[in-house]
């Protein structure tokens, strides 16, 4: 998701309606989706989509249900989701598809609900997601090149989609399901001109089984549609604003054939430091009304925001800056990101239900938390805690995450240096944003937005401890520089050029805190604190952290996610299925200096 980019049509290269683009079963009258002339066909009968996003993986299961009814009485007559295979595969070998990971069980919910449903399983979804939704492990090999015809990559691919396709197979029109299209690859032409990858993905699909309408997104103008597309297979676009340009460049490319916006952004993400972005409920009404007014179909990109929980956020980057994305995926959506039905959604329905003539009843708001002010009942520091959250590695040079089989959270190096000594340290290879200490006092904070930036070394000491810790913030998910390794890829260095060796590494998934030995007093960052709150009946309800800087918050043992001072989001999404009847416990990980209560809210503030 991210974009824009003509028409290579000129004999084979023109995409025909037939077969190819309706399937094997290629007659107009099959089941499910398919295509003749201008138009789509379900199940033989004209259809315009008019579908929406929402992301099974962002959304707690036990909500799954009421996201999906909210969309029903938005007016949608399909659903749209993702599928991020580092969700399902997050190490080589077997991959999960058991409870919040229950892919089959959300398509046939939204089936049951009377929705078809679009998956796109590409290897790569983009979706704001760490990594684009490639698993880290990809990045252990440095020779793998990722989204070609690598062998070695598309080897990974194969064995991924070996596990993922025969669940969904299944579940197609053809067999009584409501899958009804899949996308081969997402926005290929942001990326790379590699047809022959391209091709291996629709082969895999058809070999294992698919048989639904294929189809490729990519920006809506000519040079994204032309590096992205397969030659015979349906051509969808990407964008936003007036649809008009869009739709013009969608009907040259592939004329004769129906026209969809496979992504009609009618929010957007929110990056750490930035403002909260949002547009004009009216506007967007209109802009919807004025493209299916034309006859087009669409997808609304998102319709149902969801959260970025754990260590999920992506991140962009131009080459030179880095900008992290924040924890919440609300994406100014018709349905929000705690379910909450807004001014875009009041705006935009009588304008769906009009074309598609779906009529649901709006469900009430969910009932919320009472505000409350929690203080800490223990406090421990994370240095003091590594031996009971890692097991030391050791190496001459720092080593990346990807090369320890990590895939997220916090990595730990420590060294000893020779004194005494003064000038300038620096990293080299820094990704995200580094902690340093002497001898366990803070030194200060190297940054990959300051590639150039040193800290003033004072050793007066013949020898002394040096920690850095790696703040990781999420994998660059979009563009050409995909293959962003975390923690230190690199070297450490005094004076500029004295490389330091003979390093202990920790990394840090903080997937289990359990071990975590708690006392009563405080502790300055980086540390963990300890909060207990009893809850007479579990509801839907916000964490704010006024007064704390940058960390991350557990509920339960379940991390929430990341916040930060610099905004723009202020509270952090705590979804009902998550609360205890009873005594919780949150936990929360401040990389710098604590504030001295948190609060529990009815309501979000994303800036």
């Not at 930035?274 to 004009?280: A, I, L, M, S, Y």
């Not at 995450?401 to 000893?416: P, S, V």
């Not at 990341?562 to 005594?583: C, M, S, V």
């Amino acid at each position: 998701m991210n974009v824009s980019r003509r028409s290579f049509l000129s004999g084979a290269a023109a995409i025909t309606a037939g077969a190819v683009l309706a399937g094997p079963a290629g007659a107009a009258g099959r089941r499910g989706l398919s295509v003749s002339g201008e138009k789509f066909l379900l199940d033989g009968k004209p259809f315009q989509i008019v579908s929406g996003a929402v992301h099974y993986f962002r959304i707690h299961p036990d909500q799954w249900r009421d996201r999906l009814e909210r969309l029903k009485a938005l007016g949608l007559n399909t659903i749209e989701t993702y599928v991020p295979w580092n969700f399902h595969q997050p190490k080589p070998g077997r991959a999960d598809f058991g409870g919040w990971r229950d892919l089959p069980a959300f398509i046939r919910l939204a089936g049951e609900l009377g929705f078809p449903v679009i998956v796109r399983p590409s290897p790569y979804i983009c979706a704001e997601w760490e990594f684009g939704g490639l698993p880290a492990w990809l990045l252990a090999d440095r020779d793998l090149e990722l989204r070609c015809a690598d062998p070695a990559y598309l080897t990974a691919v194969d064995a991924w989609y070996d596990q993922l396709i025969p669940r969904l197979a299944p579940l197609e029109a053809q067999h009584g399901g409501p899958i009804v299209a899949v996308q081969i690859e997402n926005e290929y032409g942001s990326y790379g001109n590699d047809t022959s990858y391209l091709a291996h993905l629709r082969d895999g699909l058809r070999s294992r089984g698919m048989t639904s309408l294929l189809f490729a997104a990519d920006g809506a103008s000519d040079f994204f549609l032309r590096f992205g597309s397969l030659p015979g297979t349906f051509e969808a676009g990407t964008g936003d604003g007036d649809p008009a340009p869009s739709l013009a460049a969608l009907k040259t490319f592939q004329p004769g054939q129906p026209v969809l916006m496979a992504e009609y952004w009618d929010g957007w993400f929110d990056h750490w430091g930035d403002q909260h972005n949002t547009r004009d409920p009216a506007q967007l009404a209109s802009y919807v009304d004025s493209l299916l007014a034309t006859g087009a179909s669409i997808n609304l990109y998102m319709a149902c925001g969801g959260t970025n929980f754990g260590f999920t956020a992506g991140a962009n980057t131009s080459g030179t800056t880095y900008q992290p994305t924040v924890t919440s995926y609300d994406y100014d959506s018709p349905v929000g990101e705690a379910g909450d039905l807004g001014a875009k959604f009041t705006a935009l329905r009588p304008v769906l239900t009009r074309y598609t003539g779906v009529s649901a009843p709006v469900p009430a708001r969910s009932a919320r938390l009472v505000a409350r002010t929690l203080a800490p009942s223990g406090s421990v520091p994370l240095l003091d805690s590594l031996d009971v959250l890692s097991k030391p590695v050791r190496s001459a040079q720092p080593v990346p995450m990807e090369r320890l089989g990590q895939a997220t959270g916090l990595i730990h190096y420590r060294t000893t240096v020779q004194g005494p000594h003064s000038g300038p340290l620096s990293i080299h290879g820094l990704a995200d944003r580094a902690l340093v200490f002497v001898d366990g006092s803070p030194l200060g904070v190297l940054d990959r937005n300051r590639p150039s930036g040193t800290l003033d070394l004072k050793l007066t000491k013949p020898s002394t401890r040096l920690d850095i810790l790696v703040d990781a913030m999420g994998r660059v998910n979009y563009g050409p520089y995909l293959a962003d390794r975390k923690g230190i890829d690199g070297w450490v260095a005094m004076s500029t050029q004295q490389k330091l060796f003979g390093w202990e590494i920790r990394p840090l998934p903080l997937d289990d805190l359990s071990g975590l030995r708690f006392g009563s007093g405080g502790a300055a960052g980086p540390a963990f604190h300890r909060f207990t709150t009893d809850i007479a009946a579990p509801e839907d309800g916000f964490v704010a952290l006024p007064g704390w800087e940058k960390g991350v918050v557990w509920l339960n043992g379940f991390n929430l996610g990341r916040y930060w001072t610099i905004g723009p989001q202020r509270t952090l999404y705590a979804p009902k299925p998550l609360w205890r009847k009873g005594t919780n416990s949150i936990v929360v990980l401040e990389l710098h200096e604590p504030g001295t209560t948190i609060e529990l809210r009815p309501e979000a503030d994303l800036g």
